[in-house]
């Protein structure tokens, strides 16, 4: 006899479930995963409040199944719970097996959910609603999602947008950020979002201003930028200008470069604040004129997160996407690395990202920037700057993603091939590890090569988290 098994629209919930279910040894065929805001006619089975007994699975399904859950499909809480059921009873491999039905569609919906996640945190647009006392201005946007993804989504805009206050809806739910908390009610319509104000037309001029011309790729563009989201893009309206202007900017551009004579120091100690604090020193880099990298790139890219994080990931350099946006790891490298903390469980609040090199250094080939790695007397020039990051953090452990992040700290002979995963105590930090940076995986052109690489990754941020962990526990 099949029963119902009724559960409110959350990883969370599932999990609590099918903990139960697993501990009685209840097989899939047995049961029917109802959201709770649907009806069924079938018998409710009675769970246990109590805990379960615990079982092991392996760590990545859980990183991988809270963004299944938020797949738009009813199906996908039974799929999830037939996974678990096989995981635990024999099948430990059935991640790796490609060829899987379940395994094939389990990763499908991942990859459609993280695609949604990614474009929710591209076109979500803000417009400012002034209050009536005077006081500070809401913000509000509007956004319709493929799928449940705003609870996985919402800190990303709670760590970018932390000063302001702000709302989210979407037509499943919202979530309110009052500079303390976020909370989340029901969703709303479209015609319920406040429309239009002077937060457009800034939007309107940034992305005029960020727009790279060389880089135009329409196929992409459209790809990127989905005709669906246009309505609630204010800087839809200026891409036809930009298109028709594109190919005058790019000769504008390439004249500019040529024409930049640089003038450098040879070290960026020469433009370091006199007061070493993460505010002054955000500052002071725009000025920083230490190499001749700053003569090409759009602006000096500087660490983000708390000051009192415990942890801070070094990356190699900003790249493309970072170098228009100012900020690290916002591209695909930075969603890469998101994605895996989350699934080892690193609280992405808790982490403070930054580069070994500050400007982003690239050779322009036809129409592309195409990364450059920077030299020894860029790196050196540029180490004052991740020297005082590390001075003011004073974090307990540091991560070295890729070999130019790891000479910068470990010195030259250091090699992440050979001691990758492995701690070092140094005068900077207790703890610091190298590993591999997140973009050699995606420039991995063999899938096989690539799963096993991203495994290696898992495996080394997994050693972070424990370590956090008992460092926490023991604090
Ligand atoms: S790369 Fe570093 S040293 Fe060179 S100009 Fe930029 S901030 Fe200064």
């Not at 099918?18 to 065929?29: E, F, H, Q, S, T």
């Not at 029917?32 to 009806?39: G, M, Q, R, V």
């Not at 920083?288 to 997160?305: I, K, M, P, S, W």
């Amino acid at each position: 006899m099949t029963n119902a098994v009724h559960i409110q629209r959350s990883f969370e919930a599932w999990r609590d479930a099918a903990r139960k279910l697993i501990a009685l040894d209840v097989p899939p065929d047995a049961i029917a995963w109802i959201d709770d805001d649907s009806s069924s006619l079938l018998p409710e089975l009675d769970l246990p409040d109590a805990a379960p007994s615990a079982f092991q699975v392996p760590a990545e399904f859980v990183g991988f199944s809270r963004l299944v859950a938020c797949f738009r499909d009813p199906q996908r809480w039974a799929l999830l719970y037939r996974m678990l059921w096989r995981l635990t009873h024999g099948e430990k491999q059935l991640l790796q097996d490609a060829t899987d039905d379940d395994t094939h569609r389990f990763f499908a919906m991942h990859r459609k959910v993280r695609l949604d996640r990614h474009k929710m945190t591209a076109f979500v647009r803000f417009r400012a609603v002034q209050s009536e006392d005077g006081s500070e201005p809401h913000y509000i946007a509007w956004h319709r999602p493929d799928h449940f993804i705003l609870r996985l989504t919402a800190p990303f805009f709670q760590r970018r947008f932390a000063s302001m206050k702000w709302t989210i809806l979407t037509p499943d739910e919202s979530v309110t950020w009052d500079g303390t908390d976020l909370r989340f009610s029901e969703g709303v319509p479209a015609s319920q979002a406040p429309a239009g104000d002077e937060l457009e037309t800034l939007w309107r001029t940034y992305y005029a201003n960020s727009f790279n011309p060389a880089r135009l790729n329409l196929k992409m563009m459209r790809r990127e930028m989905p005709v669906r989201h246009w309505a609630t893009l204010p800087e839809t309206e200026v891409i036809d200008d930009l298109i028709r202007e594109a190919p005058r900017r790019v000769e504008e551009m390439v004249k500019k470069q040529t024409a930049t004579k640089c003038k450098s120091t040879g070290s960026a100690a020469d433009f370091l604040p006199p007061r070493i604090s993460l505010p002054q020193l955000r500052d002071a880099i725009q000025g920083c004129r230490g190499c001749d990298l700053y003569c090409n790139a759009t602006q000096a890219v500087f660490g983000e997160g708390p000051k009192d994080a415990s942890i801070i990931f070094v990356g190699e350099q900003p790249g493309d996407q970072e170098d228009l946006a100012g900020k690290p790891f916002v591209g695909p490298s930075g969603h890469l690395l998101d994605e895996v903390m989350e699934e080892v469980g690193i609280p992405r609040d808790e982490v403070y990202v930054t580069n070994a090199v500050k400007h982003f250094k690239f050779e322009p080939r036809g129409t592309r920037r195409i990364h450059a790695k920077p030299n020894a007397r860029e790196m050196a020039a540029c180490k004052p700057w991740l020297a005082s990051e590390i001075s003011v953090i004073k974090p307990e452990i540091v991560v070295c993603l890729g070999s130019t992040a790891a000479q910068q700290l470990l010195g030259k002979q250091f090699r992440v091939t050979k001691s990758r995963g492995e701690w070092i105590k140094t005068d900077f930090a207790p703890r610091v590890m190298a590993t591999v940076h997140p973009s050699s995986l995606l420039r991995m052109p063999d899938h096989d090569a690539r799963v096993q690489a991203r495994k290696m990754f898992t495996h080394d941020l997994n050693l972070v988290a424990k370590a956090l962990r008992k460092m926490k526990a023991s604090a």
